[in-house]
């Protein structure tokens, strides 16, 4: 009895000793994040649930106070297919890890059938005691159909309690990097309708200046061709504007293509067939002014998708190592047999009874070297996917400064680029005075107009890239994808 414990004991002790050798503990690593960036914005060193917002619920795209942005969004996060793909996969990762879960709990199967036969040239021949007994008779028998059913339960429980374990842990790492996935898909599908929409805006305004330049040249043109006719100027300057009414028109054809084509991109984000997208605002109107946020708690860049797939994936590199070792360690099966046979044999007699078996069965490898070197396998993967996480994190703190310092330098381009729109403005201004004095002709009036023209060109490409930088920066940020999460639900299959 004493030699029982002590060996009951002994396993115990490697029981749990083992428990931390090959089931290893996931520990998350440390990360040194920057206190602020090239840009001057600082990176406080706090988290979500101490700052005063959570930048995954912050809905940008309304401080830019547009509604039809608004409405795309709102359209895109119900019906966008690649979310609900994304939502598919998380269905599939939570049905996974239930199954890890009951993994153990035994199963228990329903069996039953039949059998039936026939028998012939049977021969009796006693042997023993029986030969001595004259009441047993030997010698040929008639020919019997003999037949029978059985039917009961049959319990299995087979179980490995390191593999069950990061069988679970697997699933549930599993589960978690495809809720990151699906976050990451909501940010992507964000920054694509907006920016979407705000290259369409431009390319909506761009038409607008194009047209209106060939009108102003064409006017020109009509003024120099009286100054032609009156032999003040010459066919010369007539073939100069002829030849720039063409190439602005022959840019028309490519922007009005270039707005279909976004067009029919937004319309795919909002799973709906291709067609125009009505829009009532102008790009001018779109706020732009102290639309990033000062300070930025720290948490914020390691709550981005792509950190939290990559800790998942290391998550699961960790589990496979477990998973892998545990196969070091016995597993158990526990079989079992309850029911009922009913056997009937003609000519001689009918039989049933109930009756019970159990068996019970542990294995584990004594000499198995690929085991071995599957752990191995699963370490150095565990390796590989800690420095592709300790890559992912530095290459987001890059993303967040280029970014942001990109957003500063857009609204100093942007700035310098309205300024000279207003000289511009001013000299057209000073030309239209000076013409209705009598001082000046209406030809100075238009070359002032179309300078006017292309400087409106170079602030709407100005502005264009100055919204760019703003979707960037919360693209980098990860703002805004958890925004009215309660309309990605899964959608009803059709029939």
Request: charged share 15%; glycine share 6%; aromatic share 8%.
């Amino acid at each position: 009895m004493r030699k029982i414990s002590a060996i009951s004991l002994t396993a115990t002790i490697a029981t749990l000793s083992g428990c931390g050798i090959f089931s290893p503990s996931y520990h998350q690593p440390t990360i040194d994040a920057p206190t602020a960036t090239r840009s001057g914005v600082k990176i406080e060193s706090g988290n979500i649930e101490s700052s005063t917002t959570d930048y995954s619920q912050l809905q940008w795209w309304k401080k830019v106070n547009d509604p039809v942005l608004n409405q795309l969004i709102i359209l895109a996060l119900s019906n966008n297919a690649q979310i609900q793909v994304a939502q598919g996969n998380i269905m599939k990762a939570q049905a996974s890890l239930k199954a890890a879960q009951y993994a153990w709990i035994p199963t228990l199967n329903g069996v039953g059938g039949g059998f039936a036969g026939n028998s012939w040239a049977t021969n009796l021949t006693p042997q023993g005691v029986l030969a001595a007994n004259p009441a047993v008779q030997s010698g040929n028998l008639a020919n019997s159909n003999f037949s029978g059913l059985y039917g009961g339960f049959m319990p299995t429980y087979s179980f490995n309690v390191f593999a069950n374990i990061n069988q679970t842990k697997l699933a549930k790492a599993t589960l978690d990097m495809q809720q990151a996935i699906y976050n990451a898909t909501r940010l992507t599908i964000i920054g694509q309708v907006s920016g979407g929409y705000f290259t369409l805006l431009a390319q909506k305004k761009q038409l607008l200046l194009q047209q209106q330049m060939i009108a102003d040249l064409k006017e020109l043109r009509r003024l120099e061709m009286i100054q032609v006719q009156n032999g003040a100027a010459d066919l010369g300057t007539i073939a100069t504007y002829d030849q720039a009414i063409t190439t602005y028109q022959a840019k028309i054809p490519a922007i009005e293509n270039s707005i279909s084509q976004t067009e029919n991109a937004l319309r795919v984000l909002i799973n709906q067939n291709p067609g125009p997208i009505v829009t009532n605002g102008s790009i001018d109107k779109l706020i732009t002014d102290n639309i990033i946020p000062a300070n930025i708690p720290s948490s914020v860049l390691k709550s981005r998708p792509d950190i939290i797939q990559a800790e998942d994936s290391l998550k699961i590199a960790n589990a496979n190592v477990g998973l892998a070792n545990s196969q070091f360690f016995p597993t158990i099966s526990l079989t079992g047999f309850a029911g009922g046979i009913s056997e009937a044999l003609s000519n001689l007699f009918n039989v049933g009874t109930g009756f019970w078996m159990g068996s019970a069965m542990a294995s584990m490898p004594i000499l198995d070297a690929s085991t071995y070197e599957r752990v191995k396998a699963e370490k150095g993967d565990y390796y590989a996917q800690y420095y592709s996480y300790m890559q992912t994190v530095k290459s987001a703190f890059q993303n967040v400064d280029n970014s942001l310092t990109n957003k500063q330098n857009m609204d100093k381009v942007y700035a310098e680029t309205y300024k000279s729109y207003q000289y511009a403005n001013d000299y057209y201004k000073v030309n239209q005075v000076q013409f209705k004095a009598g001082n000046s002709p209406m030809n100075n009036v238009l070359q002032a107009k179309l300078n006017l023209d292309n400087a409106g060109l170079s602030l709407l490409q100005a502005k264009s890239q100055q919204l760019d930088a703003i979707v960037e920066v919360y693209q980098a940020l990860a703002v805004g994808y958890a925004a009215e999460s309660e309309l990605s639900k899964p959608q009803k299959l059709p029939d």
